[in-house]
């Protein structure tokens, strides 16, 4: 079985994988070496792979080399199954670039656009070849709802709602909700329609905590996997097993 952790800038997300499958899959606020042990209770893990968008927990990456028969640390040395086309390779968020492996494995041979709607939102080229080529960041959701009420005297903290959002708002809060909700998804439709008058063939994956949020607010269609980033982490992880 195969230990996934994906540490993100305010939780874990953890999975077991068993030929392939999730067997299970946990949210933790904090992973740590008290949160690892009950999974080694539990699990016969034999690999395991972590990614991390904050600093490591040395404890943690120390005691997961003990347990496991082969740990691998995402870095920008670790071999991947797509190559890599960035000029600051150590600074590419390994979230990014396990999304678009696993966008890859699901879909090769195909030009891929890898949409990630999370804390921030980042977008990720992949093309036929398996060759990422790079991509953008912009300010997600939340961040933007913040921004506007921390850096006005006035302006309402606004939050996203499962509603129907106007085109116009008729209120500040509904102008807010409208401004944002409709400028993102108004960004992410315009970046798909750019790129595809390159690649005419593109697909869409969407991710990350918001995605399914978006994914019935776009005009142009895509495919939703909230799980991208570990179905990458658990590829990279079986090739370099495997190699």
Request: with cysteine; charged share 20%; proline share 4%.
């Amino acid at each position: 079985m195969n230990l996934l952790i994906e540490q993100g800038n305010s939780s874990a997300k953890v999975a077991i994988y068993n030929k392939g499958v999730i067997e299970a899959s946990f949210v933790y606020d904090k992973f740590d070496t008290a949160a690892m042990e009950p999974l080694f209770e539990l699990y016969s893990l034999r690999y395991g792979i972590m990614s991390s968008v904050i600093e490591p927990d040395e404890a943690l990456k120390a005691e997961l080399g003990r347990r496991l028969e082969r740990f691998v640390w995402l870095d920008e040395h670790v071999p991947t199954p797509v190559s890599v086309s960035y000029k600051t390779p150590s600074t590419l968020g390994k979230d990014r670039l396990a999304a678009v492996v696993g966008a890859f494995h699901t879909k090769p041979g195909r030009n891929l656009l890898v949409i990630d709607a999370g804390t921030a939102i980042t977008y990720d080229l992949v093309d036929s070849t398996g060759l990422y080529l790079g991509g953008n960041i912009s300010p997600g959701m939340n961040m933007r709802f913040r921004a506007l009420h921390n850096y006005t005297c006035q302006l309402p903290l606004v939050d996203e709602s499962e509603g129907d959002v106007p085109q116009i708002g008729d209120s500040t809060e509904t102008a807010i909700r409208a401004g944002v909700v409709n400028g993102i998804a108004f960004e992410m439709d315009g970046m798909i329609n750019r790129l595809r008058t390159r690649y005419p063939d593109l697909f869409i994956f969407l991710t990350g905590g918001n995605s399914f949020y978006f994914a019935g607010r776009l005009e142009n269609g895509t495919f939703a996997d909230i799980n991208l980033v570990l179905t990458g982490l658990n590829r990279i992880l079986e090739y370099n097993v495997e190699n």
